[in-house]
Nanobody, 119 residues
């Protein structure tokens, strides 16, 4: 299983970024996917979740109306469109999924991509 995030970078207040997460090693279209983020000195938090078929999504209150999660099951790729970015969105962003294993469900994580928003 491999999850590889990309698209992070530096952006000014009010700007936009689009993150991508390329998935491999499992049947991507069968599983919900998540975006999390972790700011310096803070716990990792769930930002957005999308169902296996992309029909349903949920967002943290802090990003509702500004972030949009989507997926391409044909391309095995998860996306996070981030608009109206604020300095408090600065964090390392991770994609994640939970897959069944012989020893029970297991979380898989990418390496993360840094997003920095300047004021």
């Amino acid at each position: 299983v491999q999850l590889v995030e990309s698209g992070g970078g530096w952006v000014q207040f009010g700007g936009s970024l689009r993150l991508s997460c390329a998935a491999s090693g499992f049947t991507f279209r069968n599983y919900p996917m998540n975006w999390h983020r972790q700011a310096p000195g803070k716990e990792r938090e769930l930002v957005a979740t999308i169902s296996y078929n992309g029909m349903y999504s949920n967002y943290a209150d802090s990003v509702k109306g500004r972030f949009t999660v989507s997926r391409s099951n044909d391309e095995n790729t998860l996306y996070l469109e981030m608009n109206s970015l604020k300095p408090e969105d600065t964090a390392v962003y991770y994609c994640n999924t939970k897959l069944p294993t012989d020893s029970g469900p297991r979380d898989y994580w990418g390496q993360g991509t840094q997003v920095t928003v300047s004021s």
